[in-house]
């Protein structure tokens, strides 16, 4: 590679180490660093240029996640909302059929008190010619009073519906627009990352492409290995459930199909949008997100995992994967990537949650 060339890597690992420490502060699990001075001839690439490459790499696509799981969460909650606003108007349109019967019930009643309220009841009785079938009608009178009166209670609370239905349909619609706004910052978000990503990865020539595969395999198999090493493995025996087993067999079927931010299926996937669909498809509906399953779902010591269950990473909940048992997950990497195998000490684990508990 020219001085040129290795001037252009130098430049985009500085520039994009600054683009993702400045957009997410902390969140990164491995820090960018700048690129260090080569100790090697002026124009090779060294390992350690790779490994920094390496390091951005995993900064800006563990941004991208971040930003993917508030997409999801934000698609999420508009979905709902929409959904809500659906129910309130058709409960709008019900209560305005209801209320229009019964006005006309109304007019009805106020109409036939009209026609019997000319005279007193005094008169009407030395007017009649068969005083019991004016008691009769009299009685009559009194029930329609009565059911004039609960007809007016029943109108008045079908108006007080449609208000608050109405109210309730407004507040929904101002949530979802917050929830558009927030799902299209997130998208912007996510693509700016992976642009930057591919944009340093495109600096790389095959070789050097080939290099930084290797150092990813390798800082995997590390962190796996460290994992073991631990005997964590020793202690963890248990038994999937029926529902878990069913889990595992959608998940691994899924096996080779690409990431895609945002995808649930079924030719494409994200990390959250896998597993989710995985329990969906054993008839346990779980979170959308990442960050949701780990808020929402019960959960279990790492010892006590069992195939089925999902494992949490990184600090702040941006991944997740399906523990398949023998210390094997089932995930969706990241951009570029493919639904796969791994080891599942293969990066930090925040926890371990069991949808089915």
């Known amino acids: ?25 902390g969140t990164a699990f491995a820090a960018p660093t700048p690129t260090p001075t080569p100790t090697a001839s002026p124009t090779a690439v060294t390992n350690k240029d790779i490994e920094a490459v390496r390091k951005q790499l995993d900064a800006l696509y563990h941004d991208a996640a971040v930003a993917t799981d508030a997409y999801n969460a934000a698609e999420e909650k508009a979905e709902q909302q929409s959904a809500q606003i659906v129910a309130l108007a058709q409960k709008i349109v019900k209560g305005q059929e209801k209320l229009a019967k019964l006005k006309a019930r109304a007019g009805a009643a106020a109409a036939a008190q009209y026609r019997s309220y000319g005279l007193s009841d005094e008169a009407q009785l ?34 007080q519906d449609l208000k608050q239905y109405a109210a309730d349909a407004s507040a929904q619609w101002t949530k979802l627009e917050a929830n558009r706004k927030a799902k299209a910052k997130a998208k912007k978000k996510v693509e700016q990352q992976i642009a930057a990503a591919e944009q340093l990865e495109s600096q790389l020539e095959a070789k050097e492409k080939k290099r930084l595969a290797e150092l990813e395999e390798q800082a995997a198999h590390q962190a796996q290995t460290a994992w073991l090493d631990s005997g964590v493995l020793k202690e963890i025996s248990g038994k999937a459930s029926a529902a878990g087993k069913a889990a595992v ?18 030719d494409s996937y994200d990390c959250s949008g896998l597993t989710s669909q995985a329990w969906a498809s054993a008839g346990k509906p779980i979170p959308r997100t990442s960050q949701e ?16 269950d999902l494992i949490i990473y990184f600090h702040d909940a941006s991944h997740v994967a ?29 926890g371990v949650v069991r949808p089915d508990a």
């Open 1 to 25: 590679m020219g001085t040129g060339k290795r001037g252009l890597i130098a430049t985009a690992v500085t520039v994009i180490g600054a683009v993702a420490v400045l957009s997410a502060p």
């Open 126 to 159: 030395m007017l009649s010619d068969d005083p019991q079938e004016f008691l009769d009608g009299t009685r009559r009178v009194l029930q329609g009073q009565r059911a004039t009166k609960a007809l007016i209670a029943e109108l008045t609370r079908t108006q």
């Open 249 to 266: 067999a959608y998940a691994t079927n899924q096996i080779d199909k690409p990431y895609e931010w945002g995808a649930e299926g079924p």
């Open 293 to 308: 399953q780990w808020k929402q779902l019960k959960h279990v010591d790492v010892k006590d995992m069992r195939p089925g």
């Open 322 to 350: 399906m523990y398949l048992g023998d210390g094997a997950i089932v995930h969706a990497p990241r951009p570029g990537r493919t639904v796969t195998i791994a080891g599942a000490g293969s990066m930090p684990i925040l």
